[in-house]
């Protein structure tokens, strides 16, 4: 099992627009289970995939998006980040054999905000 393709530091998860936080898996498993953890470790939700030519995507974005309890800061004088707009996680991986990939040591950050597709690069915006 091998992590082919991780979101990107800083996703979008939310909008109209499709905004999907995927990983790819290169398994030869049937299914790869993902738990997705917060940043301290704590497992915010978990789902799985099934295995279709060798690969998984897994897109974890609906599960992060219901972490987020934005409350926009009203008529402040400063720009601050508004409370609950971003998570974030990573990802536990689990085959069908019980082979574990943990990848915690590479964080990311789901935004709530709505971009068009493979343009996500909130590091410039971030406070």
Not at 12 to 38: E, F, H, L, Q
Request: charged share 15%; glycine share 8%; proline share 6%.
């Amino acid at each position: 099992m091998e992590i082919l393709e991780r979101p990107a530091t800083f996703s979008p998860v939310g909008g109209r627009m499709p905004n999907p936080v995927v990983y790819r898996i290169a398994t030869d498993s049937a299914y790869v289970k993902a738990v997705i953890c917060n940043a301290q470790g704590e497992a915010l939700s978990q789902t799985r995939a099934s295995q279709r030519q060798g690969e998984v995507s897994i897109d974890v974005s609906g599960f992060l998006r219901a972490q987020m309890k934005l409350t926009i800061p009203a008529g402040a004088l400063t720009v601050e980040p508004a409370h609950g707009s971003s998570v974030a996680f990573y990802c536990v991986l689990e085959d069908a054999q019980g082979n574990v990939l943990d990848d915690s040591a590479n964080v990311r950050h789901a935004v709530a905000a709505a971009l068009p597709y493979n343009v996500s690069d909130y590091s410039g915006y971030t406070i």
